[in-house]
C-alpha cells in the first residue's frame, strides 16, 4: 500500500488486523494529529514514511521488525510511545531530543535488544520491561521523568537524568554498574534490587523521598555510589546518613560495626541486628529538603502556595533590627489597594509564638504600623473579624479642577455587553431594567493591619505543616537568623562529591544552607537579587509617601467609615482608607519638602494639615507646609476652610472630619519605581519588591506581588508533576515571560498616572478631567477597572 500526496492526517492513522498487508508507504505523509496504531500486522516487512515529522500517540501493537523500514531518523515529536507485543530487536532514533513525551511503555518485546531513545522529558511515566535479557537501555537526553521502571536487562545508561519525582525502580539487570551520575532527587522510592550489582554510580543523589531497597545484590560490596544521599523519607539500610525521617533497622549476615551509624540521627526507632544492640533515637530538627525563601507577607504566601502543592520547603523568616533595618522599612511601609499591606519597623514580638493568643491580636486602638498593638484580645472577645475593615465604596476626584469618580460594588458586578449598552442610553427604561438585576453590596475592598495578617499566614503554614508532615518533613522555618552571605557551593573535587557550583549556598548564622531553588521575597533592596547580579533600572520620584493612623471625629462618622477617599494634588495623592473603631490610615504622597515639615508638626497641626490636604485648594495647602509660613495649620485651616467652599474643592458629601492623629504613628518613606531586568535566574527567583516596586497611588504593590507567588508556585508545582528540576529554566522560564510583562504593563500605567496628575495646570488638566467625566458614567468600564485593580479580571 502507498499513499502519495497525503501530507497532514488531522487524527488517526490506523492500520490494523490484516494479514495480507507486506508494505506501508508514504513519502508526503509528515503530521498525524492523534494516534499512529500499527496492530497485528505478521507479516508487514517494509515500513517507509520518510518525511513523517509528529504524532500523537505511536503505538506498535503485535508486528514484526520491518526488514525495510525509513522512519524513525526522522520523526521530531512524539507524545506516546508505545511498544507491545513485538519482535522489534532494535528501537532506536526518533530523533527526540530536546522534546516532551508523556508516556513510554516498551513492554513484552521478548527479541528486543537495543532502546536508544532521545526524548529530554518524560512527563508521566515510562515503563521497559519484558524484554530481551540481553537488552540494553541507551537514554541519552533524558533529564526529568516523572516515573521510571526499567526491568530486565543487561544495561541500563542514564548519564543525563537530574529527577525522577514519582518512583524509580531498576531490576533484574545483568549489569555490574547501574549508572545516573547526573541524578539528584527521587520523589518516591528507589529500588535497584535483583541485579548484578557491584558498582552503582550515584554520587550526585542527594533526596529520596521514599525508601530505599538495594535488596539481593550479592556483588555490591561498596556503597561509595551513594555517597551524597542525605534525606530518606522511608525506611533504608544505607551507611553515613545524616538523616533518616522514619525508622531505621541495620540487618547483616556478617560483621557490622552499628556504631557506624549514629542512632542521633534516626527520627524513629533505630535498631541493628549485628555488633550492637537496638536504640531509639531523639527527634530529628527539620532541614532543607526543597528550597529556601525569605520575606515577610509576599514570602509566606508563596511558601503557603508551593507546600499546598506538596512540595518541600524551608522558609527563613527576616530578621530586622538596627539602622540599616530600619532603612529599609522606612521604604517598604506602603499601604496597598485592594488588598493592603503596611510595612513595618519589627518591632512587635514574633505574632507565630505559640503563648497563648499572640496569633491574632485584636487592636484597642491603631499604634503605629511598627508595633502590634497595645492590647490583647481572646480571639473569641475580638476574634480576627474586628482587625478588618471592608468598604464598599471609594470616591476619587481631582485636587485642581474638582472632577470625580466614584466606585461601589454595583460597579464591580456590571461587567456584561447588556450593562454596556444599558450605560450608552441615561435614563432610559432598559437602564432601569438592568439595574433590577443589581445583587446585594458585597464591597470593594478590605483594609487589614499587616499584623494581623501576617499572624494569620504564619498560623496557616504551621496548620498545614501539621497536616502534611506526619510521614515526612515538607517545611522548616528559620527564625531569628541573619543571612550573612550568599554564594555559588564549591565545584566537585572527584566523582563522589556533590557539585554545588551552580547552587546558592546561603551563609546563615545558624549554618549553610543549599538551595535547588532560592526565592527571593526580600524586598527592594534584595540581597537575592544582587547575588543574582539582576539590574533593576528605574527612578525615584520627587515624592515622599506620609503614612499615620488617624482617629475620626464621632459626630461626622456615626459608624465605622465604609468608604475610601483620594485626592490627586500636583505634589502626590492623599488618601483615606477605613480601619475599625471609627479610624482611618492615611497614605500622603507628597514633596521631600512637604512631608519633613509634615513630621516636625504637633499632633493637632498635623491633623490640621490633613483636614487641609482635602479641603482646600492646592495653593493653599503648599503655602500652609512652605518654610516661610508663619502660621500653624491649625489657624491656617480655620479661616482658608470658611473661604473656601466646599463645591470648589470637589469635596464629597459625608466626607468625615479628621479628629486627631494617634502618637507615634507618623512615618514617611521616598518613593521610587524601580522594575528587574528578569525575574528568574539559575535557581533564582524574584517576587514582590524584590522584582518590582511601584507608586502607591494605585495599591498595587501587593496585588503584584501576590500575583507572583500565585505564579511562581504554579510554575513549580507543574515543574514538579513533570519530572522537571524545580530550579532549572524549564521550570522558571514561564514565570518570567508571564508576570514581567503583565508586571510592567501595570507599571507603566501607574507611572503614567502619577506624571499626569502631576500636572497643575494647562490643556493636561482639561484633559484628564474630561476622561474622568465620561468614565463616571460608564459603570461597566469602571467595574472592569476595579476588577483588574484586584487582580481578578
Known amino acids: 500500500m502507498d499513499i502519495p500526496g497525503l501530507e497532514t492526517v488531522q487524527g488517526d492513522f490506523i492500520a490494523a488486523n490484516n494479514s495480507l498487508l507486506t508494505t506501508l508507504s508514504s513519502s508526503t505523509f509528515s503530521v498525524i494529529t492523534g494516534t499512529v496504531l500499527f496492530q497485528n500486522l505478521p507479516f508487514l516487512t517494509n515500513l ?26 526522522n520523526g521530531q515529536q512524539v507524545n506516546n510511545l508505545i511498544v507491545r507485543n513485538t519482535t522489534f530487536a532494535f528501537l532506536a532514533g526518533l530523533a527526540l531530543q530536546g522534546a516532551q513525551m508523556d508516556t513510554l511503555e516498551i513492554v513484552d518485546n521478548p527479541f528486543l535488544q537495543i532502546v536508544n531513545l532521545q526524548m529530554g522529558n518524560i512527563s508521566q511515566s515510562a515503563t521497559i520491561t519484558g524484554s530481551s535479557a540481553d537488552l540494553v537501555v541507551m537514554l541519552p537526553n533524558l533529564t526529568y521523568a516523572y516515573e521510571l521502571n526499567i526491568l530486565n536487562g543487561s544495561q541500563v545508561v542514564l548519564p543525563r537524568l537530574q529527577a525522577v519525582n514519582g518512583g524509580m525502580s531498576i531490576g533484574s539487570i545483568k549489569s555490574p554498574n547501574v549508572s545516573a ?57 544505607l551507611p553515613s546518613l545524616r538523616r533518616v525521617q522514619g525508622n531505621a533497622l541495620i540487618s547483616s549476615t556478617q560483621a557490622l560495626n552499628c556504631s557506624d551509624i549514629s542512632s542521633t540521627l534516626v527520627q524513629g526507632t533505630y535498631t541493628c541486628h549485628a555488633a550492637s544492640t ?46 540599616e ?16 499591606e503596611v ?38 472577645e475580638g476574634g480576627p473579624g474586628k482587625s478588618r475593615a471592608p468598604y464598599h465604596a471609594m470616591d476619587v476626584w481631582d485636587g485642581v479642577s474638582g472632577s470625580k469618580i466614584h466606585f461601589d460594588s454595583v460597579d464591580q458586578q456590571q461587567t456584561g455587553l447588556l450593562d454596556a449598552v444599558a450605560e450608552m442610553i441615561p435614563g432610559s427604561r432598559f437602564q432601569a431594567s438592568r439595574r433590577k438585576y443589581e445583587v446585594e453590596d458585597v464591597g470593594v475592598a478590605t483594609m487589614c493591619e499587616n499584623a494581623n495578617t501576617t499572624s494569620a499566614l504564619l498560623q496557616r503554614l504551621h496548620e498545614l505543616d501539621e497536616e502534611r508532615s506526619k510521614d515526612r518533613l515538607i517545611f522548616d522555618m528559620l527564625e531569628k537568623t541573619r543571612v550573612e552571605s550568599i554564594d555559588l557551593g564549591p565545584e566537585s573535587k572527584d566523582k563522589e ?17 543549599a538551595a535547588r531553588l532560592l526565592v527571593g521575597a526580600d524586598g527592594a533592596n534584595s540581597p537575592v537579587r544582587q547575588f543574582a547580579d539582576i539590574p533593576s533600572p528605574g527612578w525615584d520620584y520627587n515624592q515622599h509617601g506620609v503614612v499615620a493612623t488617624l482617629d475620626l471625629d464621632q459626630q461626622s462618622t456615626a459608624q465605622n467609615l465604609r468608604t475610601a477617599y483620594q485626592r490627586f494634588l500636583p505634589t502626590g495623592p492623599v488618601a483615606l482608607l477605613p480601619l475599625p473603631g471609627n479610624k482611618a490610615s492615611l497614605v500622603w504622597s507628597t514633596t521631600p519638602q512637604h512631608a519633613a515639615k509634615l513630621k516636625t508638626l504637633s499632633r493637632p497641626d498635623f491633623t490640621a494639615a490633613v483636614n487641609a490636604a482635602f479641603r482646600l485648594m492646592p495653593v493653599d495647602i503648599s503655602y500652609m507646609l512652605s518654610p516661610t509660613s508663619t502660621t500653624s495649620p491649625t489657624d491656617e485651616l480655620a479661616w482658608r476652610e470658611n473661604a473656601t467652599p466646599a463645591a470648589s474643592t470637589g469635596l464629597p458629601r459625608n466626607f468625615p472630619r479628621i479628629a486627631s492623629v494617634q502618637e507615634g504613628s507618623i512615618a514617611s518613606f521616598p518613593l521610587r519605581m524601580r522594575h528587574a531586568d528578569t525575574y528568574t535566574g539559575h535557581r533564582i527567583a524574584l517576587i514582590g519588591d524584590a522584582a518590582h516596586t511601584i507608586h502607591p497611588l494605585a495599591g498595587q504593590g501587593l496585588n503584584l506581588g501576590l500575583a507572583d507567588a500565585e505564579y511562581l508556585a504554579q510554575r513549580i508545582a507543574y515543574g514538579v508533576d513533570h519530572g522537571m528540576d524545580v530550579g532549572s529554566c524549564w ?12 508586571n510592567n504593563a501595570v507599571i507603566g500605567v501607574v507611572d503614567k498616572l502619577s506624571k499626569i496628575y502631576g500636572v497643575g495646570s494647562g490643556p493636561v488638566v482639561w484633559g484628564r478631567s474630561a476622561g474622568v467625566e465620561v468614565l463616571e458614567r460608564l459603570g461597566t468600564l469602571k467595574g472592569w477597572m476595579m476588577g483588574a485593580a484586584a487582580g481578578v479580571k
Open 48 to 73: 517507509t514514511l520518510p518525511n513523517w515529522i509528529s504524532s500523537g500517540t505511536l503505538h506498535f501493537d503485535t508486528v514484526p521488525e520491518p526488514t525495510v523500514h525509513d522512519f524513525q531518523q
Open 181 to 237: 551520575p547526573a541524578l539528584t532527587f527521587v520523589g518516591g522510592d528507589l529500588d535497584i534490587s535483583d541485579c548484578g550489582l557491584s558498582e552503582l554510580d550515584m554520587n550526585q543523589l542527594v533526596n529520596v523521598q521514599g525508601s530505599v531497597n538495594l535488596e539481593n545484590n550479592a556483588q555490591l560490596a561498596d556503597l561509595s555510589g551513594l555517597s551524597t544521599l542525605s534525606v530518606v523519607g522511608g525506611l533504608t539500610t
Open 278 to 323: 537496638s536504640s531509639t533515637a531523639s527527634p530529628l530538627h527539620h532541614g532543607l529538603t526543597g528550597g529556601a525563601i525569605g520575606g515577610i507577607v509576599v514570602g509566606i504566601v508563596v511558601a503557603l502556595a508551593i507546600l499546598a502543592a506538596g512540595i518541600s520547603i524551608l522558609y527563613r523568616r527576616q530578621q530586622r533590627g538596627g539602622r
Open 325 to 340: 533595618a530600619q532603612q529599609q522599612q522606612e521604604q517598604s511601609r506602603v499601604v496597598e489597594d485592594p488588598v493592603h
Open 343 to 380: 510595612g513595618t519597623q519589627q518591632r512587635r514580638r514574633d505574632p507565630a509564638e505559640k503563648d497563648g493568643n499572640a496569633i491574632f491580636e485584636v487592636p484597642g486602638k491603631w499604634p503605629d504600623r511598627g508595633e502590634l498593638p497595645g492590647s490583647q484580645s481572646q480571639p473569641n
Open 497 to 513: 562529591s556533590l557539585d554545588l557550583s551552580q547552587w546558592p549556598i546561603v551563609t546563615t548564622s545558624h549554618g549553610r544552607i
Open 731 to 742: 521550570t522558571l522560564d514561564g514565570y518570567n515571560s508571564d508576570r514581567w510583562a503583565k
